[in-house]
């Protein structure tokens, strides 16, 4: 099988007519006199095209012969390098490829041109009958109509395929038979406090920095002294990568002076270094269970002289959130333990219902600071661009409500 190569068409001189040509997909393309800036400019726009288009020829056929197998097939390449962030996919493409699977799986064989709006509320009735949640539905319908419109704006189908499925509306709560997901709550300080004394000293204080900065998990897990500025009555925390630096927008998290307090040891160390790292949670889990030891120093193991040369385990610099999530989870089934004797689904249930996930401490700080400070200071906290994003992080004001139905209803 010959070996595909990704050279560029070559820059030639046609020598019967002097003309500078190239050669795309066979066919010839006089450029203009041979060696002038005309020519080279000429063949630049027509080679960068063709790159563009996925190394082939835009024709007039293009469009309504082009099957929906291999538009995935594009997509799905553009997908795996655009939506990376520091080197690593972003949560966005598994929402991708599960799209992707499912509308391979019915309409794979099928022209992109074919697929409109009954195709697509289709796909629509099918994910509910799998039992997909009504968001999770809107979100991978978006996300077929963003493959068209990216598909539309490489001319790889009319515009016309795209603006069909806008007419498409997503699911409206309560009609349709779509599961509806539980909204996400605050999760009250009682139950963060008692949640904390199972964690260990690291993670314990990451869970109060968040609580009191309300900053993102990923924030907290990737703070690191040479990030913080303390040249201020309050500190400024500028993480290095955040949710919305795509869109050139500015992150900073104001740290006040209970925040200071807590994370000011952690800053004893490089700059680059991560303040939460499993690998001082490890040393201190060492230390407490050495502190605790029974066994006489003259029997058994010293500390460290039982570890493996190459453990295929080992602590990492810093937190990433899956870690940190786990961390609370496992934390919230000793602080909440389950009845004796319970097991199966009903087990699973109560653990489902007893954990709580880092980002809910972050609608508790927003609900606290909204009922203080107002909208607009939650707004500023959180760091959304949009008060209405703000609106869902941050539980409405119902006392104020009351005092007003109390003095006028």
Request: net charge positive.
């Amino acid at each position: 099988m010959p070996r595909r190569t990704f050279s560029l068409p070559k820059y030639r001189k046609h020598k019967a007519s002097g003309q500078a040509i190239v050669t795309l997909d066979g066919k010839d393309f006089y450029l203009g006199p041979h060696g002038t800036r005309a020519s080279h400019l000429e063949y630049d726009r027509l080679v960068g095209e063709w790159q563009q288009n996925g190394r082939r020829l835009p024709d007039d056929g293009h469009h309504n012969a082009l099957s929906m197998a291999v538009l995935l097939n594009e997509y799905r390449k553009f997908a795996k390098h655009y939506y990376v962030k520091n080197g690593r996919p972003t949560d966005t493409i598994y929402g991708i490829r599960a799209m992707l699977k499912l509308v391979r799986k019915a309409y794979g064989h099928t022209l992109a041109v074919e697929f409109g709006p009954i195709a697509l509320k289709t796909l629509q009735n099918q994910m509910v009958d799998l039992g997909l949640s009504r968001r999770y539905i809107n979100d991978q319908t978006q996300r077929i109509r963003r493959m068209f419109k990216w598909a539309a704006s490489n001319e790889m189908v009319p515009f016309e395929a795209y603006q069909r499925l806008t007419t498409v509306r997503g699911l409206a709560k309560g009609r349709t038979p779509a599961r509806e997901m539980p909204p996400i709550l605050p999760v009250s300080d009682d139950i963060i406090d008692q949640t904390v004394q199972h964690l260990s000293p690291v993670v314990a204080d990451m869970v109060r920095f968040q609580r009191l900065t309300g900053c993102r998990p990923e924030e907290v897990c990737m703070v690191r002294p040479g990030d913080i500025d303390m040249s201020g009555e309050v500190w400024q925390y500028k993480p290095r990568s955040h949710k919305t630096e795509h869109h050139d927008r500015v992150r900073i998290i104001m740290v006040g002076f209970q925040a200071q307090a807590l994370i000011r040891p952690y800053l004893l160390r490089g700059d680059e270094d991560h303040c939460f790292s499993p690998i001082d949670s490890e040393k201190q889990r060492l230390a407490i269970l050495h502190t605790a030891r029974k066994t006489p120093l003259s029997c058994g193991n010293r500390p460290g002289s039982n570890r493996k040369p190459s453990p295929k385990r080992q602590p990492r610099s810093h937190y990433a959130t899956d870690t940190y999530r786990r961390a609370i989870h496992r934390a919230c089934d000793k602080a909440f333990p389950a009845p004796e004797g319970m097991d199966g689904e009903k087990l699973k249930q109560w653990k489902k219902d007893h954990r709580w996930s880092p980002n809910r401490i972050r609608h508790t700080t927003a609900t606290e600071v909204r009922q203080k400070f107002g909208l607009e200071a939650a707004q500023a906290v959180l760091g959304h661009s949009s008060a209405e994003v703000t609106q869902i992080y941050a539980e409405r004001d119902l006392m104020k409500a009351a005092d007003v139905a109390r003095q006028v209803g």
